[in-house]
């Protein structure tokens, strides 16, 4: 089963919440890079490589989602679907090109005008080759296994190879919205020969096509940690020969300064296979390249290895979530040393460098205006004391993550709390009665409303009135004197913009920028509506003033929160 039911969060919250196979491979090259780029949420310009990585991968899995008719031969198929290549590449190219005039920061070095159609044809087909090995052998092997099922009209895979004409799978049906009232043929109806006669080639295409990530299902088509704490999402499974080999496709080439992660990365998904599909251990990893027609195989890791893996990406998780506490100083060795690896951006900043961008942030002077303060004065952990009055729960956040949540009385006062994450603190229902103390709780707000968030850094304490030492052993923060807003000058040092639907097909939009006040820097991040022209106007090196912006967290670091009823963002001359 190449992908599983997703949880109830929806894609804003995959990055940041569970240990996945592209967060585990940078915290192995350079943990510094990772609390930089994946914890405190630092962008970098956007590069076309990026973009083609993924287009490239689209268009090649849109091929092999077709069927082939009247095809006698190898030549003939292989002539088909490179005649198919040719025309998907013309499609890479122009959605490719929408991708990258929509990047809010591109790499100023480069431009779309050096991108040729017939490369982007030349690596589809390496692809296409790739996969027509496969076709092959299926051929030669008389159809693999499964054929006769196959003809019988019954699949011998729970979760289908998605095909065009075939009605997708979604992983939570329930959600997507009429549903019912979509057709899905392409006019590419299969026609199986009849049982005991030779395999021929659009059979064995047929056979042959692995699980892909199908382009017609917007929700997310991952594989997920039964605990959920980890989640991983693959490129192709194939599957005819009766084993299971799990491909991972990469634009470029072996000599890559990436490459080195690869094996981790297939490793993970080895080790994800095994603990969502009853211990079944895969019976192959490979990469494929697109640049070359290079097939790089890996040892499965043995059971013995995959307890070791267990331990390892447990223990790299909770290092992950316990990295960083309160505003961050920047720059610094935080949390340790650049490893000068693959993909290091911002771990250079603030050191001798030639870049030109870093240079220029660090010459700029960073006045702080009243009614500003400093980022590193954002309060970051209060105690409370009080009364819950009801709870609620498991329901989305803004990110539409399930937390947990309750209403605590204090002073009178009724004041939300809840879970800054998924599962941050589980046991938040479990009190219900008498007067409690919580502690190390993140003040916030949301729509005006105090918010307080618990992580695993908070508690709550059951009070005893015939011994109670709350009083003295913690010190209580007045409810009006607790900061829920903020108000910041600095730099803007980068920006992203991200967009698409939720499980239930809803469109979400999310806008963030990191600003630096030449001592600390702080994420900043607009939803839907308060998205306004002028902050996609905002470029990196811009000097801004944001008044009255609301103060929230992730992963235990400080989050402004752009409000468009309240907060006011200005850009300094």
């Not at 240990?19 to 956007?46: D, E, H, M, V, W």
């Not at 919205?177 to 059979?203: D, H, I, L």
């Amino acid at each position: 089963m190449p992908m599983g039911k997703p949880p109830s969060g929806g894609p804003l919250s995959r990055t940041r919440t569970r240990i996945s196979a592209s967060s585990l491979t940078k915290y192995l090259r350079c943990k510094k890079q990772f609390f930089l780029s994946n914890k405190l949420g630092l962008s970098q310009p956007r590069s076309i490589s990026q973009i083609l990585g993924i287009v490239l991968e689209d268009s090649l899995c849109s091929i092999l989602m077709r069927r082939p008719v009247s095809i006698n031969s190898l030549e003939e198929l292989k002539q088909w679907c490179y005649d198919l290549a040719d025309k998907e590449a013309k499609s890479c190219y122009d959605s490719g090109k929408e991708s990258w005039d929509n990047t809010l920061w591109q790499n100023e070095q480069q431009t779309w005008d050096d991108v040729e159609i017939s490369e982007l044809s030349r690596k589809i087909k390496n692809g296409l080759d790739l996969f027509l090995e496969e076709v092959k052998n299926c051929f030669t092997s008389g159809g693999g296994p499964y054929l006769e099922q196959f003809r019988s009209g019954n699949s011998p895979f729970e979760i289908t190879s998605p095909a065009w004409g075939d009605e997708p799978l979604f992983p939570i049906p329930d959600k997507v919205r009429n549903f019912g009232m979509r057709t899905w043929s392409t006019r590419e109806p299969m026609q199986w020969q009849e049982s005991g006669k030779q395999v021929n080639w659009a059979e064995s295409w047929e056979i042959a096509r692995p699980w892909i990530k199908d382009p017609r299902v917007h929700q997310p088509q991952r594989l997920f940690h039964p605990e959920g704490w980890a989640a991983g999402e693959l490129d192709l499974v194939l599957r005819w020969d009766g084993k299971i080999r799990i491909i991972d496709i990469k634009s470029g080439n072996p000599s890559s300064k990436f490459a080195e992660s690869l094996q981790h990365q297939l490793n993970f998904y080895a080790w994800l296979w095994h603990e969502t599909q009853a211990d079944y251990l895969v019976d192959g990893i490979e990469g494929w390249y697109l640049d070359d027609s290079s097939r790089i195989h890996y040892d499965v890791p043995s059971d013995e290895e995959i307890n070791e893996l267990r331990n390892l990406y447990r223990t790299t998780h909770r290092e992950m979530l316990e990295l960083g506490e309160g505003p961050v100083r920047f720059p610094e060795d935080y949390p340790e040393p650049c490893n000068n690896s693959a993909g290091c951006f911002w771990c250079q900043f603030g050191q001798d460098s030639e870049n030109e961008f870093f240079n220029h942030l660090s010459n700029m002077e960073i006045s702080i205006s009243p009614p500003s303060q400093r980022i590193g004065e954002i309060q970051s952990r209060v105690n409370v004391r009080g009364k819950f009055t009801g709870q609620w729960g498991p329901l989305p956040n803004h990110y539409s993550e399930p937390v947990l949540g309750a209403m605590v009385s204090v002073s009178g006062t009724q004041i939300t709390i809840e879970e800054s994450e998924p599962n941050a603190y589980p046991s938040l229902h479990e009190y219900s009665d008498g007067e409690v103390v919580i502690v190390n709780a993140l003040p916030g707000v949301w729509r005006g409303n105090p918010r307080l968030y618990l992580d695993n850094k908070s508690k709550i304490i059951s009070v005893d009135h015939h011994n109670d030492e709350s009083k003295q052993k913690y010190e209580l923060t007045r409810i009006g004197l607790m900061r829920t807003r903020a108000n910041v000058d600095g730099i803007v040092l980068s920006i992203d913009k991200r967009s698409g639907v939720k499980l239930d097909e809803k469109p979400w939009s999310m806008l963030s920028l990191h600003i630096w006040d030449g001592e600390h820097v702080a994420e900043v991040v607009a939803f839907g509506s308060s998205i306004t022209s002028q902050m996609i106007a905002i470029k990196p090196g811009d000097k801004l003033k944001i008044v009255s912006a609301e103060l929230g967290w992730r992963s235990g670091l400080p989050q402004l929160r752009i409000d468009q009823r309240s907060t006011r963002v200005t850009i300094i001359d």
